[in-house]
Nanobody, 123 residues
């Protein structure tokens, strides 16, 4: 199983980025998918999730209204659209898959992690 996240980079505050996560080895239709992030010296934290139905989405308070998670079953991929980026969004972003039927995914719920992609937002 591989979850390949990409799309990170160095941007300025207010810019946008779109992170795709292409999955192989499992069918995302059978999983809830999520994004987490980890800043230097901090614990990994939940960012957003989308249930298997692709209808229900959940967000951390810090990103509500700015980030949008989506999924494409045909492409077996999940996406994180990040708008109005802030310096505090700087972190390594990880995509995740879980069978747990939970909106706000906990780190311990994750069955599969992808390798992260670095997002750096300058002020």
């Amino acid at each position: 199983v591989q979850l390949q996240a990409s799309g990170g980079g160095l941007v300025q505050a207010g810019d946008s980025l779109r992170l795709p996560c292409v999955v192989s080895g499992l069918t995302i239709r059978d999983y809830s998918m999520g994004w987490f992030r980890q800043a230097p010296g901090k614990e990994r934290e939940f960012v957003a999730s989308i249930m298997w139905s692709a209808i229900d989405t959940y967000y951390a308070e810090s990103v509500k209204g700015r980030f949008t998670i989506s999924r494409n079953h045909a492409r077996n991929a999940v996406y994180l659209q990040m708008n109005s980026l802030k310096p505090e969004d700087t972190a390594v972003y990880y995509c995740a898959a879980t069978k747990a039927f939970r909106g706000i995914i906990r780190v311990g719920d994750v069955d599969y992690w992808g390798k992260g992609t670095q997002v750096t937002v300058s002020s």
